[in-house]
């Protein structure tokens, strides 16, 4: 089979169109992704204000990214996955929400190996019976989300505690802050083995104000000192009936004692290395 024919039978298989280039320059299958948050949540002067992006399927380059070992040693394999996949050109992966960034990884998947993934090694928590599941990633939907609540272009809530009537405003964290976050979390763990410092930390880089005042300062205080748990679990809820995240989980029977539960689907090697 020639290369035109191939990349051809891609096309009709997938129903993509394809990326634009010029000269002798390989050109791939592609398909629009649409973003959970509809670009709502991101200036307009980029381009995911627009709230899609092209993304290509995946080559055996991308395959050598996944088995970089100096990208998965510094933890950052994933984003040079996405550096790779998106062909929307103006996107840094840092700008990204993560509920939007999570979305694209579902569909990179999806358009590498199809809607089936599995099967996928469960074990059981009421009997810890190992369970091989199969996975249909088609079935995971965004959570319905009324954006007229919201003011277009900009990443900034607000929110009062139930329990202290503090007000606060935060934002929905992107990759970039997802990375400081990481990073932040090493420094305390080098400083204090085994700390267990991730809810403050995520905190910190999520709330940008305390009563009016945006001072970093202030806000790392209220979080380490002020910040009472109950009012805590309030934000983190009400943080989900904002973010218009995709719903990554899944009905699980154990096929041994038929447990069930609701969990997220397991993002494991072999979500980019299915078995053969």
Known sequence: MSDEIFIQHLKQQHEASTTKSSNNTPTYPAETVSLPSKGYFYEETTPLSKGSVEMKMMTAREEDILTNENYIKKGIVLDKLLESLIVTPGINVSDLLMIDKNALFIAARRLAYGDNYGPVKIECKKCNFENKTNIDLSQLVEKEIDFSNFER??????????????????????????????????????????????VTTRLKRLITSIDGKKDLAAVNKFVDNELLSKDSMALRGYIKTVAPELDLGFNFVCENCNHEERMDVPMTVQFFWPES
């Not at 009062?160 to 405003?169: G, L, V, Y």
């Not at 420094?187 to 991730?198: G, L």
């Open 153 to 198: 272009g900009v990443n900034e809530f607000e929110f009062e505690f139930p329990f202290s009537k503090r007000k606060i405003t935060f934002k929905l964290i992107t990759s970039g802050d997802e990375e400081i976050i990481d990073r932040d979390l090493k420094s305390i763990n080098k400083i204090k083995k085994n700390s267990s410092a991730e």
